[in-house]
């Protein structure tokens, strides 16, 4: 076992006791190509495919905070999601295939996908996602029933498991959590978020990871490292 490290203002991660709330999930890349998604731009992503073509009209704009780009086929911009610690943004690009994906740019944090659920003074010890609220937002725009939904990280296409674990620490000040990992798993990527509030100080950390057999090679590449 091999033991990971993070230091932030509120506390250590020395990188797994699950004696929190946990949620795995696989991470696999979509199957067929889609018309006009940028891949090359995107890090953690949420993705559905509906069986019908998908129009293009103001009623599926309306879902949109900001349009960012727009074609024949495909529009793409960002949707506003708000849970209990601020906002948050994700991209969102739909064509007329009938493909959905939720997603953060490569650049922003892969722990944005926390959805804090409850009451500030009494957050819920839930995993939610802001990607698949932006999904849901989406298919209830469209009249739609939402599909089993998927995830992928553009970045690394190797990674096949994700991993997203939750602690509720009563009051402020230092905490300690503890994470181990079989030294046969490839770690990828750790991301935490931090909800500062008065009573509580929920953390949530976020892992992308390899297991012992790799994924299938995708069709996107991921970026180069820094």
């Known amino acids: 076992m091999r033991r990971i490290a993070r230091m932030c203002a509120a506390g250590v991660f020395l990188g797994i006791v699950l004696s929190f709330m946990g949620l795995a999930q696989a991470l696999t890349p979509p199957e067929q190509t889609m018309l006009a998604f940028p891949a090359q731009a995107a890090g953690l992503s949420a993705y559905v495919k509906l069986e019908r073509k998908i129009a293009i009209t103001d009623a599926l704009a309306a879902i949109f905070d900001r349009i960012e780009d727009v074609g024949d086929n495909y529009i793409i911009g ?3 999601v708000t849970d209990f610690v601020g906002n948050v943004y994700p991209h969102l690009y739909v064509d007329t295939e009938g493909w959905i994906v939720a997603y953060f740019l490569s650049h922003e944090p892969a722990s944005w ?7 500030p003074n009494n957050p819920n010890a839930i995993i ?3 990607l698949e ?5 989406a298919c209830e725009g469209l009249k739609v029933s939402m599909p089993k ?3 992928c990280d553009f970045r690394y296409p190797h990674a096949n498991n994700m991993l997203i674990l939750l602690n509720i620490f009563p009051g402020p000040g230092g905490k300690v959590m503890y994470i181990k990992l079989p030294s046969n ?3 990828y990527h ?4 931090l909800g500062k509030l008065s009573s509580a100080t929920p953390i949530g950390l976020l892992l992308s990871l390899s297991k012992k057999t790799h994924c299938k ?3 996107y590449r991921s970026r180069p490292r820094s």
């Open 78 to 80: 960002t949707v506003k």
């Open 113 to 119: 996908v926390m959805y804090w659920s409850g009451d």
């Open 128 to 130: 939610g996602s802001t």
């Open 133 to 137: 609220k932006t999904l849901s937002m």
């Open 149 to 151: 939904v998927s995830y």
């Open 185 to 187: 798993d490839a770690l």
């Open 190 to 193: 750790v991301a935490y978020h």
């Open 217 to 219: 090679q995708s069709q």
